[in-house]
């Protein structure tokens, strides 16, 4: 990502705070796996997306007018030990000269300056209850101010989230970020062709999975966007099943849900197709019927569409269905409205996608639906699941899950499939699959 993306956000985030007023956020920390041993370090989406800084323990502030600089990044000093042990690291110098602070200051220094810059500011931004280490900071630096007001200095009078102007912002998809959706999505498509290809009866679901990651090193993508859903036979009719650990059986199913990220930003894309490379009857009718309702569900992907619009639509498709191999009895319109349908479908249909795999962004607007608009990127996603001790169906049904998920750009046209690259056709898996 160019650092003049990360200069373009901060300037428009302090326009919407304003001047008078001040905000701050803080990077994530690093997180004990076991004794001395530490979790990969993964940077909190909302500072990452406004700073590029990719180390813990740091926070960012900003001030708007401020005439020694607006953007304030408190950091860990460069340490010639611990890049020995750990690596090079910014310290003051790179957090100005490379991440494009205005200051650094060291960030054991944080309690003794931060409370004279929130000095006589009208409003703090800052993400409420998500660090209770700063939630607990903030209220002290405050009280310290008001300790001193016969002195003339005024402590802030209000407390704001930020995060409903940061999650606005992040919603829309600049032309960069579209461009490393675009990449983690072609990355991750091809993943998945491959283990089309290379599945087969006797596989244990792990060794499927480490030909994903192995797909998405080989290609430059270090992490996996989420922890790969890698899911057989009737595995798959549990929604976020991650144990990836049975045999694949002939005859079976094989559900897979995962993605790459690509700088921060992911992809997320399930296929679900058979392990001996045919799908039998009563497969191939439900998994037509849940295509279907993707399918449908796509039509409503446009701008001035309401964010509900998708889900109505492959709800409609998938009751009807479900009525016509007598899964569902009763009239359409009522089903719908006790949602009956929810037995085999009870997840929505999508979700919005970015930095996080199930990203920010407001659903609803003065509790309406909000209406899809240009930049904006979504998961089109319905699937069926048939628990194998679901009695009231025939058996022909049971131990059935299928879901298949697509990541959708919505654009001033319509809409663009950003992971079109993985067949979902059956007789696009069926000769994908023969001929390997």
């Not at 890698?230 to 976020?240: E, R, S």
């Not at 964010?307 to 569902?328: C, F, K, N, S, Y």
Request: net charge negative; aromatic share 8%; with cysteine.
């Amino acid at each position: 990502m160019k650092h003049s993306e990360f200069k373009k956000r901060r300037k428009q985030l302090m326009q919407r705070i304003g001047h008078g007023n001040i905000a701050l956020i803080s990077s994530a920390s690093t997180r004990t796996r076991n004794r001395d041993v530490s979790y990969p370090f993964r940077q909190d989406s909302d500072f990452y997306y406004l700073t590029g800084f990719n180390e813990p323990d740091a926070v960012a502030v900003f001030i708007p007018g401020r005439e020694q600089g607006e953007y304030i990044l408190f950091c860990h000093e460069f340490d010639e030990k611990k890049a020995i042990w750990e690596g090079a690291h910014a310290g003051l110098e790179g957090a100005t000269g490379d991440y494009g602070a205005d200051d650094a200051f060291p960030i054991d220094d944080l309690d003794d300056i931060l409370p004279g810059m929130l000095e006589n500011k009208s409003r703090v931004f800052y993400p409420m209850g998500r660090s209770s280490e700063l939630d607990h900071s903030l209220l002290d630096w405050i009280n310290h101010i008001k300790a001193h007001s016969r002195s003339g200095v005024m402590a802030p009078g209000e407390l704001i989230s930020l995060d409903h102007i940061l999650h606005e912002m992040r919603l829309f998809k600049s032309p960069e970020e579209i461009k490393l959706m675009r990449r983690a999505a072609e990355v991750s498509a091809c993943a998945h062709v491959r283990v089309m290809q290379k599945c087969k009866p006797g596989l244990y679901e792990y060794q499927i999975e480490a030909e994903l990651v192995h797909h998405f090193m080989q290609n430059g993508l270090r992490y996996t966007a989420y922890p790969s859903i890698v899911a057989g036979g009737k595995n798959a009719c549990v929604l976020h099943y991650t144990d990836n650990a049975h045999k694949l059986k002939s005859g079976d199913l094989l559900l897979i849900d995962a993605g790459a990220e690509c700088d921060h930003y992911a992809a997320d894309i399930t296929r679900t197709f058979p392990i001996s490379g045919r799908f039998s009857e009563p497969q191939k009718l439900l998994y037509q019927l849940v295509l279907d309702a993707q399918y449908a569900a796509l039509e409503y992907v446009k701008p001035g569409q309401p964010w509900q619009a998708p889900h109505d639509a492959a709800v409609e498709v998938l009751t009807r269905g479900l009525i016509g191999l007598g899964l569902l009895k009763g009239r359409i319109k009522k089903l719908i409205k006790d949602e009956k349908y929810k037995a085999f479908y009870m997840h929505r249909t999508g979700h919005w996608l970015g930095m996080d795999v199930h990203d920010v962004g407001d659903y609803k607007i003065n509790q309406e639906w909000r209406i899809l608009e240009p930049c904006m990127v979504l998961t089109v996603e319905p699937g069926l699941y048939i628990p194998e001790n679901c009695k009231q169906v025939d058996e022909q049904w049971r131990g059935i899950g299928i879901r298949i998920e697509d990541d959708v750009l919505v654009t001033a046209q319509g809409h663009e499939i950003l992971t079109s690259g993985v067949p979902k056709t059956i007789i696009e898996i069926e000769t994908l699959m023969q001929a390997s």
